[in-house]
C-alpha cells in the first residue's frame, strides 16, 4: 500500500476515483433518472459531495501523523481542487439549473434563504485557496504567510456546517447535519490537540 502510494499512478488513480460521482450525475442527467425535480437533486447531490471532499482533504494531515506515511500528503492538494471542483458545480446547479441565471430572482432568494449566502461565503475563500493551491504561490507569498491564509480551510469547514445545519433547519432533520459536524470536529478537534501538545516544545526550542 504504501509503495502504492509513492507511483505517480496513484495521483491518476485518486482523480479517476473523484470523478465518479460525477459521471454518476451525468449518466443520471441523461437516462432521466434525477427524479421529479432533477435541479434540487443535482443541488444536493453536488453538496454533499462537496462536504464529504472537504473532509478528505482535512483527513489527509492525521492519516500522515497516525500512519507515520509521509506519502499521504501527496494527495491533499488534488483533493482540496475537488472540493472545490464539486463546490463549483454546486454553485452552477443552483444558479443555472434553479434559478435560470435569472441574477434579481437569486438576489431575492438570497434574502429569503440566508442560509445560501453563508454557502457563498464558503464558495468565495474556496476560491481563494484554489487559487493560491499551485507551488508558485507558495513562493509568491512565503511559507508562513501561505500557510496562515490557508487555515482559512477551518473557517470553510465552519461555514459549510453552519450552511447545511440552516437549510435543513426549516424541516428539523439535523441527523446528516450531525453526522457530518461530528467528523469535522474531530478532525480539527484533532489538530487542535496536537497544535496544543506541540506548542511547549516549540516555545522552549525558541528559548533554548
Ligand atoms: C463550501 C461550499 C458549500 C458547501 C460545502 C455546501 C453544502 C451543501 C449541502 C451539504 C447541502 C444540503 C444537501 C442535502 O440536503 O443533502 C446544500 C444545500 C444547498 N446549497 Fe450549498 N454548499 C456550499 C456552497 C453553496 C453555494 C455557493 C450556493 C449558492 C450559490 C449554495 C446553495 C445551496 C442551496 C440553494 C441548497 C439547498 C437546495 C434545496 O433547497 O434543496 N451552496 N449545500
Known amino acids: 500500500m504504501r509503495a502504492f502510494l509513492a507511483q505517480p499512478a496513484a495521483k491518476i488513480f485518486l482523480s479517476l476515483v473523484c470523478l465518479i460521482p460525477l459521471s454518476r450525475l451525468v449518466y443520471l442527467t441523461f437516462s ?19 462536504l464529504r471532499f472537504l473532509c478528505l482533504t482535512l483527513a489527509i494531515t492525521p492519516l500522515r501523523v497516525i500512519s507515520a506515511w509521509p506519502e499521504w500528503v501527496r494527495f491533499r492538494r488534488s483533493l482540496g481542487l475537488f472540493t472545490f471542483f464539486y463546490a463549483c458545480l454546486h454553485a452552477c446547479s443552483y444558479t443555472v439549473f434553479d434559478m435560470g441565471l435569472e441574477w434579481a430572482d437569486i438576489g431575492r432568494d438570497i434574502l429569503k434563504r440566508p442560509f445560501i449566502a453563508v454557502g457563498f461565503s464558503a464558495w468565495l475563500l474556496l476560491w481563494l485557496l484554489a487559487a493560491t493551491s499551485f507551488n508558485r504561490a507558495v513562493k509568491w507569498l512565503g511559507a508562513k504567510r501561505w500557510q496562515a491564509l490557508h487555515r482559512a480551510v477551518y473557517g470553510i469547514a465552519g461555514l459549510a ?40 516544545a516549540k516555545r522552549m526550542a525558541r528559548v533554548l
Do not use: C
Not at 432521466?32 to 462537496?50: F, H, K, Q, S, V
Open 32 to 50: 432521466d433518472g434525477l427524479g421529479a425535480n432533477p435541479a434540487e437533486y443535482l443541488i444536493r447531490a453536488t453538496g454533499d459531495w462537496t
Open 161 to 200: 456546517v453552519l450552511h447545511f445545519f440552516w437549510m435543513r433547519a426549516s424541516k428539523q432533520n439535523f441527523a446528516e447535519v450531525a453526522v457530518y459536524a461530528a467528523v469535522l470536529a474531530l478532525l480539527l478537534g484533532w489538530r487542535v490537540v496536537r497544535a496544543l501538545r506541540q506548542w511547549p
